[in-house]
């Protein structure tokens, strides 16, 4: 039998593979938990999200949703009117930032090495081009 539920010795549903997969490896997770780490202790909106990333506003939602139920991120909400909500990296998610930044050095490498050209936001994001502070808190004015 290849079912593998009854495999005892290799389950993927229980590999640790699996597991942080599922936590940051889809399409805009990285980018979302490092725009929180790049604004560090400030925290962000869901605004300033919108404005650093084409993303729409269901799937950001949705990610942040899923952030913050796997413990990546925490939300604040604030009791003002308008009510305010940002959003924070939790310890745990803290220490994705190096995992990240090793996944992002080797496509960085290996793009180099293939002459691929390489998005100039993300090199000054991760410290491999001169900042431009205006470009990156609003690089889609």
């Given at each position: 039998m290849n079912d593998n539920s009854e495999?005892?010795?290799f389950c993927v549903a229980k590999d640790p593979y699996n597991h942080i997969m599922h936590i940051m490896c889809n399409r805009w997770k990285p980018y979302?938990?490092?725009a929180m780490d790049f604004e560090d202790e400030e925290g962000m909106r869901f605004s300033t999200f919108k404005k650093r990333l084409p993303i729409s506003e269901?799937?950001?939602?949705?990610?942040?949703?899923?952030l913050q139920?796997?413990?990546?991120?925490?939300?604040e909400v604030f009791a003002e009117v308008p009510v305010r909500v940002e959003y924070k990296l939790t310890e745990l998610g803290k220490t994705l930032c190096p995992i990240l930044d090793s996944m992002y050095k080797w496509?960085?490498?290996d793009m180099k090495r293939k002459n691929i050209e390489v998005d100039p936001l993300g090199e000054m994001w991760h410290g491999?081009?001169?900042k431009d502070e205006e470009l990156m808190r609003e690089p889609f004015k």
């Open positions: 495999n005892l010795f979302l938990i490092r269901r799937v950001l939602a949705m990610n942040l949703k899923a139920s796997d413990g990546i991120i925490i939300k496509g960085w490498e491999y081009r001169e």
